[in-house]
């Protein structure tokens, strides 16, 4: 990749674009995902569950260390030759566009919920996509801006939970590992999922100026990323008990309802204002790295064609998105992306390494 | 036409060669040394122009050296031209002195001993004579040489230095920028007297020929910055004259965007200020505002007042300036939203007194507020443009009448006339005019979206500004920083201004070369 101003980040923006990719729609469902296999020992599983993305950053920075300037476009097709190569890219693009389809619906579903009951779906899409579009086309660099900017804005949504805090029982989190290994480690899969966009990496570490702090920026972002789910994990918890929470679909939005406040009476405001940025977030970056593979696996000019890409792609997310017909059949794809997940973050790296360790002597050639 | 010119040229000047092109060689052409055919050369070019006065005398009694003076009227300052220039060619030329020195140093003796004016330069070309003419200069060409004199009495009628009418503040200094580069250039001298304040001076326009002038303090400001700057206002390509807004909009980063990127001033403070924060000022002539690039968002709610006033009371005003942003850009929004869409976010008690006022109001609330605003608009408009008496008539009109008549014929809601009035108040409690014209524009969209999309619409609203103001940049400086990117050491001069004693760095959002502002404060008096 050519040095360009456009495509270029700071390891700082890093940290914050892959905070953004990973806390997504998942955030407000992941105290029922996890206590429903975990019970009161959930926020275990998902201190443990942060190995799995730990594990994947690390091969990922492996790769791009060995190809510092190649993304994943570029590295399959000289690592698994042209065919095998398209075919491997063409399913990253793939996952990645329906990854962000099903955070896009969900998005919207909980918007229509919660705030524009009367409003059609495909139209809160459609703003989304369009306000996703007009973001994504500028850049890395303003995505990397944008995303930091609004993880300030993300950490002022948490202080709201907090404030339902004085409703909190701690009878809720007690027996602490009462929940058993075999329980917690069941929840171990699940959780996994919620740190889905470790993969961002593929395409963001030819753009990164300080390759060497790569591996850093990524630990720590994983740690603020634990940290967050940790805390909404156990104020849910502490607040509503292992049953309740296992009615809500959303848990983190009823924490939201239950706050009050004196004079302002309901903090959810300030939650759903902020609450669109939460959702922009993920479906901005991967809808430019999609975009931006996209562009090089059609061979494309990244100055003159990524934007084009871009509209192209942000209109497959929101064509995408609108098939299911319901929630549930949303909910159900989900899981499905996040089994994909790992197949992209795990298997993904460790093919591209076990090619570069068989074809050592050939590449050297090269 | 061409064949003329040609010959013309031929006639002048024979050694110049056609191989050139014609505008080379006209500036190539040297004088030559009769006063007639200096004259002849002239003529053409000021024969129409009656503005342009010449005034042939003898400086000398027995008549062998004829003297033509050239200037427009109203250019110069006659009384400096009859006392220093004329008066003294006319009365003391002495003949007998200057003859020892032969001709050829004639005109440096003349320039040395008999003009008592500051700047005197020689001009030998054709094509810089005829510029310094009508750059307003005084030309004294005399008969057997080919050099001639030209001499820098510019003056006339111009405004005196006043309070600068848009900027007040309570405790600054009172002077603002006036029309005069020179005058404008001197006042930023006497607040910085540094050797290594740099005043670099081009002209721009090709017919309107602007003085502009670029300064900065060598040693600060980042070299590229500067060059960035000065290879963007030489490719201003203009026929006209440029005022400071007319540059701002050719060397803007985003044209595109409603924000302002280059922050303009009518206070020579705050461009000395600003200066040793390592940016680049531009002053023009003609235009009492200076522009100062990189500018930041952040700068647009500064005002000079935050660092004359105590730390707390500076802190105070700056964050409620950034209220008012917020305030002007989405209040009637909020309203919108929450009347219209999330009533059920209203505190209970405060949603029965808003319904038991909209009780009678025909329209939807959002019809209402878009009412409101474009008629207040129209307002701010009106009385921005009409002279001061004339304009409180239509505040008290606007106001008074058609806010508590409309109330009155329930065509409108006191909470919607409220909520309009303090969005008007907020638009200009900003302390850069430029900003609160962004808001202007802004708040419309908002409410439209506010009001098709309710609160949602109103965060989609601010995550493509939030989006925007991000990705701009002014001369490649992000423009929103310190915010985004964070620059954490910046934040305290953002929306609160920490003690002027700890700024002992200058800011990092504008790349400098030279860090370091200032020494620790002794605070051994405090332990």
Redesign the interface.
């Known amino acids: 990749m050519k040095a360009n101003s456009r495509f270029q980040i700071?390891s700082?923006?890093l940290i914050f674009i892959l905070i953004g990719t990973s806390i997504a729609t998942g955030i407000l469902s992941l105290p029922r995902v996890v206590s429903a296999e975990a019970d009161q020992d959930a926020w275990i599983a998902i201190i443990l569950a942060t190995s799995v993305p730990m594990l994947s950053w690390l091969m990922i920075e492996r790769l791009g260390r060995r190809f510092p300037n190649l993304t994943i476009v570029e590295m399959a097709s000289l690592l698994l030759g042209k065919f095998f190569g398209t075919i491997f890219s063409i399913g990253f693009i793939i996952y990645l566009i329906l990854f962000e389809s099903v955070v896009l619906r969900l998005g919207s579903e909980i918007?229509s919920q919660f705030?524009?009951p009367q409003?059609p779906i495909s139209v809160?899409s459609m703003?989304?996509i369009i306000?996703v579009i007009?973001?994504a086309q500028?850049g890395a660099k303003?995505i990397?801006?944008?995303n930091?900017?609004?993880f300030?804005f993300l950490l002022f949504d948490l202080l709201v939970l907090l404030f339902s805090l004085n409703l909190a029982d701690s009878t809720n989190f007690f027996p602490v590992g009462g929940a058993g290994g075999g329980k917690i480690i069941k929840a171990l899969l699940p959780t996994a999922y919620a740190y889905a966009g470790v993969e961002i990496l593929f395409v963001t570490y030819p753009m990164v100026t300080k390759k060497e702090e790569v591996l850093k920026a990524g630990f720590i972002a994983l740690g603020i990323i634990m940290i967050f789910y940790v805390t909404v994990t156990v104020i849910s918890i502490l607040v509503m008990g292992v049953e309740v929470i296992q009615y809500h679909i959303w848990p983190v939005l009823e924490l939201a309802k239950v706050v009050d406040v004196p004079?302002?009476?309901?903090l959810?405001?300030f939650f759903?204002?902020?609450?669109?940025?939460v959702v922009?977030r993920p479906v901005i970056n991967h809808c430019f790295s999609a975009a931006f593979s996209l562009t090089q696996l059609l061979k494309l000019d990244v100055n003159k064609h990524y934007s084009l890409m871009v509209i192209a792609v942000g209109c497959l997310i929101y064509v995408i998105s609108l098939i299911p017909s319901n929630l549930v059949l949303v909910l159900k794809y989900a899981t499905y992306v996040g089994y994909s997940f790992l197949i992209v973050a795990i298997a993904y790296p460790l093919l591209l390494h076990l090619v570069v360790i068989l074809q050592k002597g050939r590449l050297k050639k090269s | 036409m061409k064949v003329f010119k040609k010959l013309f040229l031929n006639l002048l000047n024979k050694d110049c060669k056609m191989t050139e092109s014609q505008a080379d060689c006209l500036e190539n052409i040297k004088l030559p040394c009769k006063l007639t055919k200096k004259m002849e050369m002239l003529k053409p070019h000021i024969i129409k122009n009656k503005d342009i006065v010449t005034r042939s005398f003898y400086i000398d009694k027995d008549k062998d050296l004829q003297v033509t003076v050239i200037y427009i009227v109203g250019l110069i300052d006659t009384n400096i031209l009859n006392r220093d220039v004329l008066k003294r060619l006319m009365m003391s030329y002495n003949r007998k002195k200057m003859k020892k020195e032969g001709t050829k140093l004639l005109i440096d003796q003349i320039s040395r001993t008999l003009l008592s004016v500051g700047q005197v330069k020689k001009v030998d070309t054709f094509a810089d004579l005829l510029q310094k003419i009508f750059d307003g200069l005084t030309i004294i060409m005399f008969d057997g040489l080919s050099e001639v004199l030209s001499i820098d009495i510019r003056g006339g009628q111009e405004r005196d230095i006043s309070e600068p009418t848009r900027e007040n503040t309570l405790r600054g200094c009172r002077e603002g920028f006036v029309e005069n580069i020179d005058v404008n250039i001197a006042l930023v001298r006497r607040k910085i007297r540094d050797p290594k304040l740099v005043v670099e001076k081009t002209i721009v326009g090709r017919r309107g020929r602007t003085d502009v002038a670029f300064l900065y303090i060598e040693d600060i400001a980042d070299p590229r910055i500067v060059k960035e700057v000065k290879e963007r206002v030489a490719k201003i390509d203009i026929d006209g004259r440029v005022c400071a807004g007319s540059i701002e909009q050719w060397i803007e980063d985003s044209p595109y965007s409603f924000f302002p990127q280059i922050l303009a001033t009518e206070r020579p403070d705050k461009v000395a200020a600003q200066l040793l924060e390592g940016r680049v000022a531009i002053i023009s002539n003609g235009t009492p505002s200076v522009l100062i690039l990189p500018s930041l968002f952040v700068q647009f709610l500064q005002s000079p007042d935050d660092y004359f006033e105590r730390t707390y009371i500076g802190s105070f005003t700056r964050g409620l300036r950034y209220i008012a942003f917020f305030l002007a850009v989405s209040l009637p929004a909020i309203y919108v939203a929450l009347l219209g869409?999330?009533q059920?976010?209203i505190?209970?008690n405060l949603i029965v007194s808003l319904a038991e006022s909209r009780k009678e109001v025909p329209f939807p609330v959002a019809v209402e507020a878009i009412i409101q605003e474009l008629i207040i608009q129209l307002i701010i408009e009106t009385g921005l443009r009409l002279p001061t008496p004339l304009g409180q008539t239509v505040g008290v009109v606007g106001g008074i009448v058609l806010g508590q008549a409309a109330i009155a014929a329930k065509l409108a809601s006191p909470a919607v006339v409220i909520i309009t009035a303090v969005t008007t108040i907020c638009t200009f409690a900003m302390a850069t005019s430029s900003i609160s014209m962004a808001t202007r524009i802004l708040r419309l969209p908002m409410l439209i979206l506010a009001s098709t999309?309710?609160?949602?619409?109103?965060?989609?609203g601010?995550?493509?500004i939030?989006?925007h103001l991000?990705?701009l940049e002014s001369v490649g400086v992000?423009y929103?920083a310190p915010?985004?990117?964070?620059r954490f050491a910046d934040l305290k001069d953002s929306f609160y201004r920490n003690f002027t004693w700890k700024m002992e760095n200058r800011p990092v959002s504008i790349p400098n070369i030279n860090k370091k502002r200032q020494g620790k404060k002794d605070r051994k008096d405090k332990k």
């Open positions: 700071t700082k923006q918007t705030v524009l409003t809160i703003l989304i306000s007009y973001i500028k303003v990397g801006r944008l930091e900017l609004l300030y004079v302002i009476e309901r959810e405001f759903l204002v902020v609450w669109l940025g922009a | 869409f999330q059920e976010l505190p209970f999309f309710g609160l949602f619409g109103f965060s989609l601010w995550l493509i939030f989006a991000v990705s992000p929103f915010f985004a990117p964070m």
